[in-house]
């Protein structure tokens, strides 16, 4: 597990937590059933065999810190961390009403590889995103920000 937060010094001697994500490895070996379920969706759409693949499952910012660049700085620090560990793709799985996270992801270059439509609430429908990672991608980070990386 992967975890990364961006802190925030709001003057000498207070950090704040502003943003996080975690993140894990999935493979076709899961034995944990949500996880097994998860590679199952998946399989259709995303190359698991002889390639590493980072599944992101959770992420946020603090409300009163959104907007400000730093789930992007976050998120292209974990590609920089990713590419160095070998993985060849990054899986995010999000819900069709989280536009705001659909619009990073989308500034970012994730390409959306499996939409499931809820039966009765389109926007709670799984949208499911992804990134190959390629060394060139790091040319295009634009994030000035600094991440502080915790290891759990």
Same mark, same amino acid.
């Given at each position: 597990?992967? /975890?990364? @937060?961006?802190?925030?010094? &709001? %003057? /000498? $001697?207070?950090?704040?937590?502003?943003?996080?994500?975690? +993140?894990?490895?999935?493979?076709?070996?899961?034995?944990?059933?949500?996880?097994? %379920?998860?590679? +199952?969706?998946? !399989?259709?759409?995303? !190359?698991?065999?002889?390639?590493?693949?980072?599944?992101? *499952?959770?992420?946020?910012?603090?409300?009163? *810190?959104?907007?400000?660049?730093? @789930?992007?700085?976050?998120?292209? !620090? !974990?590609?920089? *961390? +990713?590419?160095?560990? $070998?993985? %060849?793709?990054?899986?995010?799985?999000?819900?069709?009403?989280?536009?705001?996270?659909?619009?990073?992801?989308?500034?970012?270059? @994730?390409?959306?590889?499996?939409?499931?439509?809820?039966?009765? %609430?389109? +926007?709670?429908?799984?949208?499911?995103?992804?990134?190959? &990672?390629? /060394?060139?991608?790091?040319?295009?980070?634009?994030?000035?920000?600094?991440?502080?990386?915790?290891?759990?």
């Amino acid at each position: 597990m992967t /975890p990364g @937060f961006y802190l925030v010094s &709001l %003057d /000498p $001697g207070t950090v704040v937590p502003v943003s996080f994500k975690v +993140a894990h490895e999935i493979t076709t070996n899961e034995t944990e059933l949500k996880l097994v %379920d998860l590679v +199952a969706r998946l !399989q259709s759409c995303v !190359q698991f065999d002889g390639r590493r693949v980072l599944y992101t *499952w959770i992420g946020g910012t603090r409300r009163d *810190w959104r907007g400000q660049g730093h @789930f992007r700085a976050l998120t292209e !620090q !974990q590609e920089i *961390w +990713a590419i160095e560990q $070998g993985f %060849d793709e990054i899986v995010v799985k999000t819900k069709n009403k989280f536009y705001e996270m659909r619009g990073t992801l989308d500034h970012l270059r @994730f390409e959306v590889v499996k939409y499931e439509r809820h039966e009765s %609430d389109n +926007a709670e429908s799984k949208v499911y995103l992804s990134k190959k &990672l390629l /060394p060139e991608i790091i040319e295009r980070h634009r994030s000035a920000k600094t991440v502080v990386s915790l290891t759990l």
